[in-house]
């Protein structure tokens, strides 16, 4: 069965939405090596301005291609959250990563987004 999920960056209005492959024991795993050379290549650079545009993009494209297994059909932007998705993850600036569960809110109206969720993890990275 596939499991849907969004990847929202604090601070980017754009959501990343793919249709498979969004269980937390693959995305986290996947996404926590991918956020720990993400900011260690930024720190290392000195790059700190547009950090939440870049974060997206990058994860777009090398988080992306990591989950998509060469088939990038379900992969998309946007700025609407889709009321099907499994899973929400959400990246903060303080290199937390959350994990939140859509409720019944969230399938009647998904434009309320993480309002209409219930956290279900957090995950610290090592900075």
């Known amino acids: 069965m596939a499991v849907s999920f969004h990847i929202i960056v604090e ?3 754009a959501i990343l939405y793919a249709s498979r ?3 937390p024991a693959k995305v986290l795993p996947r996404l926590n090596r991918f956020l720990e050379t993400f900011w260690q290549e ?4 000195g ?3 547009d ?3 870049c974060l997206l993009a990058q994860v777009t494209v090398r988080f992306g291609f990591e989950i ?6 379900n992969l998309r932007v946007g700025l609407n ?3 099907d998705v499994d899973y929400l993850y959400l990246i903060a600036p303080d ?3 959350s994990v939140w569960v859509p409720e019944d809110a969230y399938r009647q109206d998904p434009s309320i987004g993480l309002k209409g969720c219930r956290q279900e993890s957090a995950v610290t990275l090592q900075s």
């Open 95 to 97: 290199f937390k990563v």
């Open 51 to 53: 950090t939440p545009e």
């Open 42 to 45: 930024r720190d290392t650079a």
């Open 68 to 73: 998509c297994e060469d088939d990038f059909s």
């Open 11 to 13: 601070g980017n209005p």
């Open 47 to 49: 790059e700190y301005c």
């Open 21 to 23: 492959n969004g269980a």
């Open 81 to 83: 959250y889709y009321p």
